[in-house]
């Protein structure tokens, strides 16, 4: 830490790290299972970031989650949460193909976000869809990763009384938030900044036991060569995860077993 900032790779004013070689304190390393890919092991930040999230949420056990956001970080909060005993994940976005991810990542059901709809109808529907309404008077937990204001708007009028609100997304810094919502249903809003200590410990361990499984992630894989268009497959949403090799590196490489 240098005063209030944080010194972090890959964020301004400090350069990336598409470099050959790249040095770190010696706490900041880990050695990745036997089993765990280069490919799947240059993924354990999100999860570290997953970790972190739902630890803010406390006790999942036996808990219903709602996750605004099917990207990485919103899947990956999906397959943590049901790691830590979930026992009902909903994952809601607009894109209907990753919904159909979301499925096969530990969902336990998906709700297409209506853009057309008001912030609330959408929150009927997705309480109605997956019983919540009757059952409980709305979610235990609800983690947004979009940081779109409608979906946090949704958000909180899906929480139940009492239940926890984590905003992992970060989107606009200043946004209309229904403060009322959280007083009148005396619900805790917890704000979530990337991860600390134990938490990339903790994502080995859930990679190790296979309770977590980064591989169908990874959607697109470019060479060094190929990073511009790397970048742009992402502005365009193309996919779930990128994976850009190394200089002189390959994919035969990226995929040996360590």
């Known amino acids: 830490m240098e005063g209030d900032e944080l010194d972090a790779s890959a964020s301004p004013p400090y350069d990336g790290t598409l470099a050959t070689f790249y040095i770190l304190p010696e706490e900041c390393c880990f050695k990745l299972p036997p089993h ?33 956001g099917a990207g990485p970080i919103g899947l990956l909060c999906c397959a943590v949460a049901r790691a830590f005993g979930a026992a009902t994940v909903v994952v809601t976005d607009v ?21 057309q709809s008001s912030p609330d109808a959408n929150a009927e529907s997705l309480l109605s869809k997956a019983n919540f309404q009757v059952a409980t008077g709305g979610v235990d937990v609800v983690i947004d990763a979009t940081g779109a204001e409608p979906c946090i708007s949704c958000g909180v009028s899906v929480l139940k009384r009492g239940g926890i609100f984590v905003q992992a997304g970060l989107g606009s810094p200043t946004i209309a938030f229904p403060i009322g919502q959280i007083c009148d249903k005396e619900a805790t809003l917890k704000g979530s900044f990337r991860y600390g200590p134990g938490d990339y410990k903790l994502a080995i361990q859930l990679l190790d036991s296979n309770r977590v499984r980064l591989g169908s992630l990874i959607t697109h894989d470019f ?14 949403r193309a996919g779930i995860k990128t994976v850009i ?11 040996k077993q360590n």
């Open 36 to 68: 765990i890919s280069f490919r799947e092991g240059a993924l354990v930040e999100p999860p570290s970031i997953a970790v972190h999230v739902c630890g803010l949420a406390g006790n999942l056990q036996g808990k219903s989650v709602v996750v605004f």
């Open 95 to 115: 894109v209907e193909s990753r919904l159909e991810f979301a499925t096969r990542f530990g969902a336990t059901e998906t709700y297409k976000m209506d853009p």
């Open 223 to 236: 060479s060094f060569a190929e990073a511009e268009e790397a970048f742009k497959n992402v502005a365009n």
């Open 245 to 255: 090799y190394g200089p002189g590196v390959d994919r035969s490489v990226g995929e």
